[in-house]
């Protein structure tokens, strides 16, 4: 079992950066590959980046890629998201999630936080 806890969200105006954090507690990090997921007022949830354990193979939708970094610290049991360059259209509920790494991410991680909320105003 594995428990997450995300931290960081907030309001920013447009153009500007937020960093996100997912605090692991339960299994080590290392055993999972690490999502960020987002979902926004009446849409469905999305997929934001992933991380296999390593974090040398990354991934993001093509929404965010060049302006959002995942990173994760194994040691500390932590992944992040670096959140720059903000659009009003990032404003969403972002939840941090782990599914045990198999080779790629996947829209179904097994396990999730809670959410935290960014709010991008124009």
């Known amino acids: 079992q594995v428990q997450l806890v995300e931290s960081g969200g907030g309001l920013v105006q447009a153009g500007g950066s937020l960093r996100l954090s997912c605090a692991a507690s339960?299994?080590?990090?290392?055993?999972?590959?690490m999502h960020w997921f987002r979902q926004a007022p009446g849409k469905e949830r999305e997929f934001v980046a992933a991380?296999?354990?390593?974090?040398?193979?990354?991934y993001y939708a093509d929404s965010v890629k060049g302006r959002f970094t995942i990173s994760r610290d194994n040691v500390k049991n932590t992944v992040f998201l670096q959140m720059n360059s903000l659009k009003p259209e990032d404003t969403a509920v972002y939840y941090c999630?782990?599914?045990?790494?198999?080779?790629?991410?996947?829209?179904?991680?097994?396990?999730w936080g809670q959410g935290t909320q960014v709010s991008v105003s124009s």
């Open positions: 991380a296999r354990w390593s974090g040398d193979r990354t």
């Open positions: 999630a782990a599914h045990p790494d198999n080779g790629a991410y996947t829209y179904t991680p097994r396990f």
């Open positions: 339960g299994r080590t990090l290392s055993l999972y590959t």
